[in-house]
């Protein structure tokens, strides 16, 4: 699973534009992602998923 895919809106089938930067270490687990649609403006807060919760080593 590709952990930077496009955001997809729901709405339109845009491609989601994050309206913040990440920051110097990068997102952390629980961090709100703004994201906007330019297609029908709609905006979507993504929380950052925890990565242990779907990479397993083993
Ligand atoms: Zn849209």
């Known amino acids: ?4 895919s496009p955001m997809t809106c729901v709405d339109c089938g845009g491609t989601l534009r994050p309206l ?9 687990p629980g961090d709100v992602i703004a994201y906007r649609c330019p297609e029908c403006n709609e905006r979507f807060d993504i ?12």
């Not at 699973?1 to 930077?4: I, K, N, Q």
């Not at 930067?21 to 952390?28: L, S, T």
């Not at 929380?47 to 083993?58: I, K, L, R, S, T």
């Open 1 to 4: 699973m590709e952990a930077e």
């Open 20 to 28: 913040s930067y990440p920051p110097e270490d990068g997102w952390e």
């Open 47 to 58: 929380v950052v998923p925890d990565p242990a919760d779907d990479e397993y080593e083993g």
